[in-house]
């Protein structure tokens, strides 16, 4: 874990299950490694191996009631619709069987897992996610896509979700350590990202506020 006391940035970054030999995992180490040469002052680094993780993570920092809200960004790999976080170091054989099921090593659209980070809506003022292709329109043949992941994440935190649409690349973080490609542009393939649609609490909340006036 890389300390910040009140930060504005927390990344969090996949990790290995406890109690497993750390294997080497390249781009997960160069991350790292980057993030730790910037030393940026307000980024809390901490790694993750699960969406239990996340929720531990994020409830210490917020029970420090006077942290503001926070930009949230979660690298790790992308896995038929959700981001692999420690289901990056399990042979492909046991996916299935460990990393749909508590405390889920993937971030994806099960409710589940989600009902895990639903008491942190409201605290982030926007969500990245770092993986390649995690926020693509495309579902690479699986049921569920980027867009639906996206979409799911900004009901349920009340914020914006960004995620990758191609692939990603360490050295495209800032110097505050978040994920920002549209300043590394390169030709002829540039980055592209896709946004979430306005999420319906932002709508139901608007036509509220109208009626009301």
Known sequence: MIHRERPRIVTLVASPPAGTVRAAEPFID???????????AHNLVIRVSSVRDIDLALSRIFADSRQDQIRLQIIG???????ALAATWIPDHEVQARAFRFPYLVLDTNPAALGL???????????MLVGCNIGAASTFGHAINGRTLTYTLAELLHCTVLGADDVVA????????????????????????????????????????????
């Open 117 to 127: 980070l639903s008491k942190h809506a409201g605290k982030i003022a926007e969500l």
């Open 30 to 40: 160069a991350v790292l490694q980057v993030l730790a040469d910037k030393r940026a």
């Open 77 to 83: 790999h992308q896995l038929a619709g959700g981001l």
């Open 170 to 213: 360490p050295d495209e973080l800032d110097d505050d350590g978040w994920y920002a490609p549209g300043a590394h542009r390169r030709a002829p393939k540039g980055w592209r990202w896709i946004e979430d649609a306005p999420p319906s609490w932002i709508d139901r909340t608007q036509r509220r506020r109208a009626k009301a006036a």
